[in-house]
């Protein structure tokens, strides 16, 4: 079992930027391909972006492609998502998650295992 706590979440304009980051504890982290999903009041949770167990591969949802980057530090149990030039519609609870199969990257929710508590992010506009 693996415990990830979120933080980094906050308040800021359209087009600012901010880093969320997720430190794992529990089981061995570099077991677990690692993921971020977002959900928006009203709306279902859905994939953002995921990464191999190494960092070296990485996968994201269209919407975000050029904007927000996923990566990871094995040495300190955390994987990170910077997220560049925000819009009001990036605005959610954002989660982050492991999936215990790291040899592929997925993104579908129930494909994940174990979650964070979440992290708003507000993007005013």
């Known amino acids: 079992q693996v415990q990830l706590v979120e933080s980094g979440g906050g308040l800021v304009q359209t087009g600012g930027s901010l880093r969320l980051s997720c430190a794992a504890s529990?089981?061995?982290?570099?077991?677990?391909?690692m993921g971020w999903f977002r959900q928006a009041p009203g709306k279902e949770r859905e994939f953002v972006a995921a990464?191999?167990?190494?960092?070296?591969?990485?996968q994201y949802v269209d919407s975000v492609k050029g904007r927000f980057t996923i990566s990871r530090d094995n040495t300190k149990n955390t994987v990170y998502l910077q997220m560049n030039s925000l819009k009001p519609e990036d605005t959610a609870v954002y989660y982050c998650?492991?999936?215990?199969?790291?040899?592929?990257?997925?993104?579908?929710?129930?494909?994940?295992?174990?979650w964070g508590q979440g992290t708003q992010v507000t993007v005013s506009s």
């Open positions: 529990g089981r061995t982290f570099i077991d677990y391909t």
């Open positions: 998650a492991a999936d215990p199969t790291h040899w592929v990257l997925r993104t579908h929710v129930y494909e994940y295992n174990y």
């Open positions: 990464v191999s167990w190494s960092g070296s591969r990485t």
